[in-house]
């Protein structure tokens, strides 16, 4: 079974801090999305990253895949209590499978 | 464009009881994929179509679960008969096609077994 392996579970921050969380697999994948998920509400795709190494910025979010195409992180410049949700990394298992990790839930205070 | 469409929004049954939540997804797109997504944790597809018919149903309970896809369009999700650990919110999505692109989720449904 490949797993997606997110971290940290949780995590609480002050506005204005910055913060990584990380998503893991023992598997290679073809490629991996970003998406956050905000109560009573679908996830929402933010990025979809398919090359190794490669980096995408999205105003204060920076997500980088990993050069084996197995792990992937997301940086938050100066998060904003906006950012506040469950961030959800999902990979393209073959040509058409999504497997979602175990999701980063992230507070920020004010 | 009209999002992804879900009802009901909240449904609490009793275990042993039968529920069924309806999908629409968004017009012209091809696939369309069924998540449960147990509180705390990310979703898990259940079942996914390519039009009308099943492209993939491994993670599926079979012996409770059961879901079809009309005319490639609107989907329904039955659960019968509910066991307690159901509980949670079953998701539908829809993409243009299979190979990877963009889902878009809609919002849900909530589902309560006491």
């Known amino acids: 079974t490949q797993l997606l392996e997110q971290s940290p579970q949780f995590l609480s921050i002050q506005e204005g801090e910055n913060l990584t969380v990380y998503c893991n697999s023992s598997s290679v994948f073809s490629s991996l999305q970003w998406y956050r998920q905000e109560p009573g509400e679908g996830p929402v795709l933010l990025v979809t990253v398919v090359t190794g190494g490669e980096v995408k910025k999205l105003k204060r979010l920076t997500f980088q895949f990993g050069d084996a195409r197995k792990d992937s992180s997301l940086h938050i410049t100066a998060a904003q209590t906006g950012d506040t949700g469950l961030y959800l990394c999902?990979?393209?298992?073959?040509?058409?499978?999504?497997?979602f990790g175990t999701g980063t839930r992230l507070k920020v205070l004010a | 464009e009209a999002g992804v469409a879900q009802s009901p929004r909240y449904k609490i049954i009793e275990k042993r009881q039968s529920v069924a939540f309806w999908c629409n997804p968004i017009?012209?797109?091809?696939?369309l994929y069924w998540y449960q997504q147990i509180l705390g944790q990310g979703p898990k597809l259940l079942i996914q179509f390519q039009n009308n018919g099943v492209v993939d149903d491994s993670q599926l309970p079979k012996d409770r679960f059961s879901a079809e896809r009309l005319k490639g369009v609107d989907s329904t999700l039955k659960i019968q008969p509910a066991k307690l650990e159901d509980s949670a919110v079953y998701l539908c999505a829809s993409s243009l096609d299979r190979q990877g692109g963009e889902q878009y989720f809609g919002p849900g449904t909530r589902l309560t077994v006491t």
């Open positions: 017009s012209g797109h091809a696939t």
């Open positions: 999902a990979a393209l298992s073959g040509t058409y499978k999504y497997i």
